[in-house]
């Protein structure tokens, strides 16, 4: 079995200048950001999490993952 692997739709992918000068490239999410979601989600400070979430989650729920990449699609 294979899978393919989809490209970003070029139309949706920019470079932004920011405030400081710096340049960083905005895309959308895509099913194999997955783990760096859940890294970025683990990185943030629990008040931040809590501040979100309005909870101390540890962990990003699946069900917010699966929906995150559905609104996505």
Known sequence: MTCAIPRHPVHLIDAVRLAEGS?????????QDIGLL????????????????????????????GRTFALAA
């Open 38 to 65: 859940r890294a970025f989600f683990r990185a943030l400070p629990t008040d931040a999490r809590r501040h979100h979430f309005m909870t101390g989650l540890a962990e990003l729920p699946a069900a917010l993952v």
């Open 23 to 31: 340049r960083v490239t905005t895309r959308p999410t895509m099913p």
